[in-house]
């Protein structure tokens, strides 16, 4: 059973543009859940997702920033006219339960120039 | 609001010796508190959970304690070793409406000299 996939592992972007990051949840998981770190510092909620539902954003920036997980494929977190403040690893966990047992994936570290 | 702190920021043991990391909650209606180790560049992983009707629970040379009353839990490590270095999150559900998710404290740093 493989785990919570994420890619790409690093993602680099000019101030401006979009970055897209996908997160594919473990097998039989309809939970997903994104995460923001920034070095020294903890797990940030951003967003709970089931499939084609939002379930809780209330820990992502209302501009610029968006979540889907759609009926087929992977979740994608998008995040626009990206900003140096942007620049952390963003976690996606994956859950059989509602908020429970979250196993995370690899991370992808976004750097913004 | 939701918060979860955590202490201490940093830890320094010597090889053999006990760590202990605390955490404390807002939520009184929080019901799940698992514990997750996070080494240098690599993903959070879960070593360890409780459920708000035990008070403690144990595996090998790890132990939650928990204390509903006061709001606070605990992370043990006993016999530490060097492999046990990384960083510690410990985290609270919070539950409101359609959502149950999980807040997490803002890490210890815990390192074990040999």
């Known amino acids: 059973n493989a785990g919570v996939m994420q890619n790409p592992r690093h993602l680099v972007r000019r101030r401006g543009q979009e970055a897209r990051l996908r997160c594919s949840p473990m097998?039989?998981?309809?939970?997903v859940y994104w995460y923001r770190q920034l070095p020294e510092e903890g797990l940030k909620f951003m967003v709970y997702?089931?499939?084609?539902?939002?379930?809780?954003e209330s820990g992502m920036p209302k501009e610029r920033f968006s979540a889907e997980f759609p009926k087929e494929g992977p979740s994608i977190l998008r995040i626009q006219q990206v900003v140096r403040g942007d620049s952390a690893a963003y976690f996606c966990?994956?859950?059989?339960?509602?908020?429970?047992?979250?196993?995370f994936g690899s991370g992808t570290q976004l750097s913004v120039l | 609001g939701e918060n979860v702190e955590q202490h201490p920021s940093t830890l320094s043991v010597q090889e053999g010796d006990s760590a202990v990391i605390k955490c404390t909650y807002s939520?009184?209606?929080?019901?799940?508190f698992p514990w997750y180790k996070q080494e240098l560049g690599k993903r959070p992983q879960l070593i360890i959970d409780?459920?708000?009707?035990?008070g403690e629970k144990k595996d090998q040379r790890i132990a939650v304690t928990l204390n509903k009353t006061a709001k606070h839990f605990s992370l043990h490590i006993t016999e530490t070793q060097p492999e046990d270095s990384a960083v510690y999150f410990c985290?609270?559900?919070?539950?409101?409406?359609?959502?149950?998710?999980?807040?997490f404290g803002t890490g210890t740093l815990l390192a074990v000299q040999p």
């Open positions: 985290a609270a559900s919070i539950s409101g409406g359609a959502t149950n998710k999980l807040i």
């Open positions: 997702l089931q499939k084609e539902n939002i379930i809780d």
């Open positions: 966990a994956s859950s059989p339960n509602d908020g429970e047992k979250l196993f």
């Open positions: 939520d009184s209606a929080s019901n799940y």
């Open positions: 097998k039989g998981h309809s939970h």
């Open positions: 409780i459920r708000s009707n035990v």
